[in-house]
């Protein structure tokens, strides 16, 4: 009797510690979200910088810093994701300091030199930024495996809840940031403040449980263990890669849209890209769900096949300024569910021991792959003679690629092992 009393004291207490953990990483996600990348679209149109240079400064930070993640991702899966997450969230932090830089522009340009073409102020803009982004890198691997593999049979589920609730500090990004960036004359650093304050909570409850010293693999052994599933994860990373890049693209390109459009200035400026986040971090859920009830592969490709069909709706119609919101949120719920699905789709047909490594190839390669699109439509669009339009139309393509793509996928049993 005092044995089963022990017992279930030890079991609460793994409980307990279990949900908060969940929480922890799940703030943490919010707060990473809301910060880095996500702010440059609009900081880069307010700010007044030149589209084709912030174009070419995204590519190459979101390569090089995507480019690490699966690093990362190999060592949360052989010393725990706690370090990992705790050192990105601050990290992504830097990117707070860009909204005062914008007043010191000319002393920047004057006391520092230039360096591949990039003046004193872009040269620190890229410092920021790499900071922020590389921080991002580190989290959302380790992110990821933890929040996929809470639980063997409902991983779709969890890691949907995981990337939504991301969504809701990524949707927020664009407009916090506008807002303290005009309201507190450019003065975003004061952000920092909260963001010290949330980040003491998250160090206090993330506390995942470490796994056992003869569970973890080396980087390359990582890798070896994935070559049974080495087609079906390149087929995923492909189609990710394909949908970051069209969701990048678009969200670079969509001030410059909403402006050609004749849209009110504050869609471009945060509003659309909020709208988006929202429609997909409130689809993300129950599309998790139906993912785990009637087949991951089946869910995956319908939510490719309607992202695709709802890009086009929404960069070739100009609609009344109502019925375009209704179109934003309707798109990001298909737009915005193709990530998480592919990744769970990922970790579903990888060894458990290897989620971490797997979520950043199919996030942070993906992404990489993904964030060289700025540059390229930032160059088109100014090939174009400035048409936001008709550069997202050709962007478009690759959704019709992605679609085929997700025929070849295979068919797998979802039921837990």
């Given at each position: 009797?005092?044995?089963?009393?022990?017992?279930?004291?030890?079991?609460?207490?793994?409980?307990?510690?279990?949900?908060?953990?969940?929480?922890?990483?799940?703030?943490?996600?919010?707060?990473?979200?809301?910060?880095?990348?996500?702010?440059?679209?609009?900081?880069?149109?307010?700010?007044?910088?030149?589209?084709?240079?912030?174009?070419?400064?995204?590519?190459?930070?979101?390569?090089?810093?995507?480019?690490?993640?699966?690093?990362f991702?190999?060592?949360?899966?052989?010393?725990g994701?706690?370090?990992?997450?705790?050192?990105?969230?601050?990290?992504?932090?830097?990117?707070?300091?860009?909204?005062?830089?914008?007043?010191?522009?000319?002393?920047?340009?004057?006391?520092?030199?230039?360096?591949?073409?990039?003046?004193?102020?872009?040269?620190?803009?890229?410092?920021?930024?790499?900071?922020?982004?590389?921080?991002?890198?580190?989290?959302?691997?380790?992110g990821?495996?933890?929040a996929?593999?809470?639980?063997?049979?409902?991983?779709s589920?969890?890691?949907a809840?995981?990337?939504a609730?991301?969504?809701?500090?990524?949707?927020?990004?664009?407009?916090?940031?506008r807002?303290a960036?005009t309201?507190?004359?450019?003065?975003?650093?004061?952000?920092l403040?909260?963001?010290?304050?949330?980040?003491?909570?998250?160090?206090?409850w993330?506390?995942?449980?470490e796994?056992?010293?003869?569970?973890?693999?080396?980087?390359?052994a990582?890798f070896?263990?994935?070559r049974?599933?080495?087609g079906?994860?390149?087929?995923?990373?492909?189609?990710?890669g394909?949908?970051?890049?069209?969701?990048?693209?678009?969200?670079?390109?969509?001030?410059?849209?909403?402006?050609?459009?004749?849209?009110?200035?504050?869609?471009?400026?945060?509003?659309?890209?909020?709208?988006?986040?929202?429609?997909?971090?409130?689809?993300?859920?129950?599309?998790?769900?139906l993912?785990?009830?009637?087949?991951?592969?089946?869910?995956?490709?319908?939510?490719?096949?309607?992202?695709?069909?709802?890009?086009?709706?929404?960069?070739r119609l100009?609609?009344?300024?109502?019925?375009?919101?209704?179109l934003c949120?309707?798109?990001g719920?298909f737009?915005?569910t193709?990530?998480?699905?592919?990744?769970a789709?990922?970790?579903?047909?990888?060894?458990?021991?290897?989620?971490?490594?797997?979520?950043?190839?199919?996030?942070g390669?993906?992404?990489?792959?993904?964030?060289?699109?700025?540059?390229?439509?930032?160059?088109?669009?100014?090939?174009?003679?400035?048409?936001?339009?008709?550069?997202?139309?050709?962007?478009?393509?690759?959704n019709?690629?992605?679609v085929?793509?997700?025929?070849?996928?295979p068919?797998?049993?979802?039921?837990?092992?």
């Amino acid at each position: 009797m005092l044995q089963h009393s022990i017992n279930q004291s030890i079991d609460a207490d793994a409980t307990r510690r279990t949900v908060r953990t969940f929480i922890a990483v799940v703030l943490a996600h919010i707060m990473v979200d809301f910060m880095g990348m996500s702010i440059w679209p609009v900081y880069k149109t307010l700010a007044g910088l030149d589209v084709a240079k912030a174009g070419w400064i995204a590519t190459i930070i979101a390569m090089g810093g995507t480019a690490l993640q699966p690093v990362f991702g190999s060592i949360a899966d052989r010393f725990g994701p706690r370090r990992i997450i705790l050192l990105g969230s601050v990290l992504t932090s830097f990117a707070l300091l860009l909204g005062p830089l914008a007043d010191y522009r000319a002393m920047l340009d004057n006391a520092l030199p230039t360096v591949f073409g990039l003046s004193g102020f872009y040269l620190v803009i890229f410092i920021i930024l790499a900071a922020g982004r590389l921080g991002q890198d580190m989290f959302h691997p380790a992110g990821a495996g933890l929040a996929g593999n809470f639980s063997a049979n409902r991983g779709s589920t969890f890691l949907a809840i995981f990337i939504a609730c991301g969504s809701i500090g990524f949707g927020l990004s664009q407009i916090g940031f506008r807002t303290a960036y005009t309201s507190l004359g450019h003065h975003t650093e004061i952000l920092l403040i909260p963001v010290a304050i949330l980040w003491v909570f998250i160090w206090k409850w993330c506390r995942p449980v470490e796994a056992l010293h003869s569970q973890k693999l080396s980087f390359i052994a990582s890798f070896k263990a994935l070559r049974p599933v080495a087609g079906s994860i390149l087929t995923l990373f492909l189609i990710l890669g394909l949908s970051a890049g069209v969701n990048s693209g678009l969200f670079f390109l969509m001030p410059e849209f909403a402006q050609e459009k004749g849209y009110p200035a504050w869609i471009g400026q945060g509003g659309a890209f909020g709208l988006i986040i929202f429609g997909a971090m409130i689809f993300m859920v129950p599309m998790g769900h139906l993912a785990d009830r009637i087949g991951r592969r089946r869910t995956l490709i319908a939510m490719m096949i309607l992202s695709a069909l709802s890009y086009h709706t929404l960069i070739r119609l100009t609609l009344p300024v109502p019925a375009f919101i209704s179109l934003c949120i309707v798109s990001g719920a298909f737009l915005g569910t193709v990530n998480p699905l592919g990744v769970a789709f990922g970790q579903r047909i990888s060894p458990r021991e290897n989620v971490s490594i797997v979520s950043a190839i199919l996030m942070g390669w993906a992404w990489c792959l993904g964030g060289t699109v700025p540059s390229i439509v930032g160059e088109l669009y100014v090939r174009l003679g400035h048409n936001a339009s008709k550069t997202l139309i050709y962007l478009g393509f690759a959704n019709v690629v992605m679609v085929l793509l997700g025929f070849l996928l295979p068919k797998v049993t979802d039921k837990a092992t």
